[in-house]
Nanobody
């Protein structure tokens, strides 16, 4: 079992930045992949960025060049640095960890609006 707690969401103007954090606890040494997904109103949950145990990363095309995922193994925490935010980035962002199976956080709201 893995527990995930997100923080760092909020309201930001277009062009602004936010950093999301996700702290993992439990069977953390069994985690193979950690990352972020998001779900906008009326849409399906989609991949934002993930990072494997070996350091490989995968980003959604829509966030490449703007978002950066990083992982601090000492703190059991994964981060998502989001720059140049756009209104279409507005969504609930979920932290995810894959052992298997997948475990999910409760989500944090990110709203990009002027």
């Amino acid at each position: 079992q893995v527990q995930l707690v997100e923080s760092g969401g909020g309201l930001v103007q277009p062009g602004g930045s936010l950093r999301l954090s996700c702290e993992a606890s439990g069977s953390i040494f069994s985690i193979n992949v950690m990352g972020w997904y998001r779900q906008a109103p009326g849409k399906q949950r989609e991949l934002v960025a993930v990072k494997t145990r070996t350091g490989s990363t995968n980003y959604a095309d829509s966030v490449k060049g703007r978002f950066t995922i990083s992982r601090d193994n000492a703190k059991n925490t994964v981060y998502l640095q989001m720059n140049s935010l756009k209104p279409e980035d507005t969504a609930v962002y979920f932290c995810a960890a894959y052992l298997p199976p997948w475990f999910w956080g409760k989500g944090t709201q990110v709203t990009v609006s002027s």
